[in-house]
């Protein structure tokens, strides 16, 4: 079945610097990838959707230039935290659709964040 | 706007009792919906979903799910719970169109006594 890869699944980084996260779909091509955060014990908050080879389109209250979305090939995904401060530890997951809901969405395992 | 409710933040049962988790679902159409487990710290799971046809959906770890549209419920059943069934469940919705994300509901964390 399909995959997608997230990388890395744990990143402690300092207040200040920034953090990327990749999602590579490993053997089917992701037009589309969602990118997720959840906080401990809360539910998943749609962030964004990245489209190949076009802008991300974010949800209202993100903050674009804080999260930083690559959808740069039509199997990779990336989401740049800059400057991050200890508010945007978190947990951050991607998505990626199949070509209608009826085809279901593949996760990636999740990467957790802290910032310290 | 569109929405999915689950009622219950934290459900506590005992091992080898029935377990029913709550979903209500708020969209101008009938969604296409999903259950899916968390286990902490790790990513999703995708129980069951229900798309059309018959309203009783069979999943993994045999769990079920009955879509009632007069009720825009879906809610997730088990008949007997496992105490590895702890962890975190989440019904979701999507519609059918192309490129449209899963929204989540704020989940429920079950608990399993022994």
């Known amino acids: 079945g399909a995959v997608v890869s997230q990388h890395p699944s744990r990143v402690i980084c300092k207040s200040g610097t920034s953090v990327k996260i990749e999602c590579r779909s490993l053997d089917f091509q992701a037009t589309t990838m969602f990118w997720y955060r959840q906080f401990p014990k809360q539910s998943l908050m749609l962030m964004a959707t990245?489209?190949?080879?076009?802008?991300?389109?974010?949800e209202q209250g993100v903050e674009k230039d804080k999260f930083l979305i690559n959808h740069a090939s039509l199997t990779l995904s990336t989401l740049t935290v800059t400057s991050a401060h200890p508010e945007d530890s978190s947990f951050y997951i991607c998505?990626?659709?199949?070509?209608?809901?009826?085809?279901?969405?593949?996760f990636g395992s999740g990467t957790r964040l802290t910032v310290v | 706007a569109q929405s999915v409710t689950q009622p219950d933040i934290h459900i506590t049962v005992s091992e080898g009792a029935s377990l029913e988790l709550r979903c209500n679902y708020s969209?101008?159409?009938?969604?296409?919906l999903f259950w899916y487990v968390q286990s902490p710290g790790q990513g999703l799971q995708l129980l069951l979903k229900y798309f059309s046809g018959d309203t009783l959906v069979q999943g993994i770890k045999g769990f079920e799910a009955e879509f009632k549209r007069s009720q825009s419920s879906f809610n997730l059943r088990k008949p007997s719970v496992h105490w590895s069934d702890a962890a975190e469940y989440f019904c979701a919705v999507a519609l059918n169109q192309a490129g449209t994300a899963l929204i989540f509901g704020k989940g429920t964390t079950l608990s399993v006594s022994s």
């Open positions: 990245s489209n190949e080879g076009s802008k991300a389109t974010y």
């Open positions: 969209y101008g159409a009938t969604p296409y």
């Open positions: 998505s990626a659709p199949g070509r209608t809901a009826y085809y279901g969405y593949t």
